[in-house]
């Protein structure tokens, strides 16, 4: 990459936290540092930008945190970003401090609220993809997402003792918003019998009918037998205790619901997710130093690149299609 003149950046994390947000600020701070850059974080997301709080990074505030989940920023959303006076603040805010760049950590809601700065502000501005979900469209993976796989599959195998002890029915909730993938790599991984995700979805009786004809054929197999169905977020009416209610008045059986919650967004983050962080904050950097604005860092094929920062949602991300067919397919 070529470098041009670049003096000052700010940085901060938006929206859900995900574990590696602190890997990748520490990358950030340490690269910009090797090429004699400033670096200031805002607290808060976006509303630490809009209410200048902020607070200067150097490499002895990064010292020891790779390891730590959240963000030591802090993170929110801020729905008054929208607003173009919103907007036209936070590029007064910047410019006031003479920053260069601007680096934001977060979904593609985060990446929304970027581009709408962009129409107000003349500097930069690089995405960097921060969610558990990993519904990025443009990039294999996101940070965060490794680990809450990790968390869900550990989780589950903790419930698969109690369900085969007493030969119940469990509906194990995960994080997903819209997106199935938590679900179907937690799922191929706990060997779980069944998965409900939005990408696959039927209508709701159809889904239920479905469900339970599995649950009829596997008893058929297996005789008595406990019985893993994992479902994501908000997708049966409010939760997984629904399905769980109607599968107990339909069939019979003793079912229990499992919603893991926001468990899944903490914890330290799992060497994938270090990883992946560290590569995406000092790339970012570097690809600043190049000139780029309106794009965020995606990594496919194990290989480092920049996207505009639309492509995160102008096309819904697809989940991998053969760990879909391992699992409703060649394992059923």
């Not at 469990?170 to 069944?194: C, Y």
């Amino acid at each position: 990459m070529s470098k041009h003149t670049l003096r000052k950046i700010a940085l901060l994390t938006s929206g859900g936290d995900a574990p590696g947000m602190n890997a990748c600020i520490r990358a950030i701070v340490l690269t910009a540092y090797h090429f004699g850059i400033e670096v200031i974080g805002y607290r808060h997301g976006y509303n630490g930008l809009l209410q200048q709080e902020y607070k200067p990074l150097r490499p002895a505030d990064v010292h020891n945190i790779i390891q730590r989940g959240g963000t030591i920023l802090h993170s929110a959303r801020c729905l008054e970003f929208t607003k173009d006076t919103a907007a036209q603040l936070a590029a007064k805010n910047l410019d006031s401090l003479g920053i260069d760049a601007l680096l934001v950590i977060g979904g593609d809601g985060s990446f929304k609220g970027a581009e709408h700065l962009a129409r107000f502000w003349n500097g930069q501005l690089i995405g960097l993809p921060g969610t558990i979900d990993n519904d990025i469209n443009g990039t294999d993976a996101t940070i965060g997402y490794y680990t809450a796989i990790e968390t869900a599959l550990s989780s589950i195998d903790k419930v698969r003792d109690t369900a085969d002890a007493f030969e119940r029915i469990f509906i194990i909730e995960v994080m997903g918003r819209h997106a199935g993938f938590i679900g179907l790599s937690a799922a191929v991984a706990s060997a779980a019998d069944q998965l409900v995700v939005p990408e696959l979805c039927r209508d709701k009786e159809e889904e239920l009918a479905h469900i339970i004809a599995k649950l009829d054929k596997s008893r058929q197999e297996r005789g008595n037998s406990s019985h893993i169905i994992v479902i994501t977020e908000n997708l049966w009416h409010s939760n997984a205790a629904v399905l769980s209610e109607t599968l107990q008045q339909r069939t019979g059986l003793e079912c229990r619901p499992v919603i893991l919650g926001h468990v899944q967004r903490g914890g330290s983050p799992v060497s994938q997710d270090r990883m992946l962080a560290t590569k995406m904050g000092a790339y970012a950097v570097e690809a600043a130093l190049d000139g780029q604005t309106g794009v965020m860092v995606v990594e496919k094929d194990h290989q480092l690149n920049t996207q505009p920062l639309a492509v995160s949602w102008e096309h819904k991300k697809a989940l991998d299609p053969y760990l879909v067919k391992v699992q409703n397919e060649l394992f059923t």
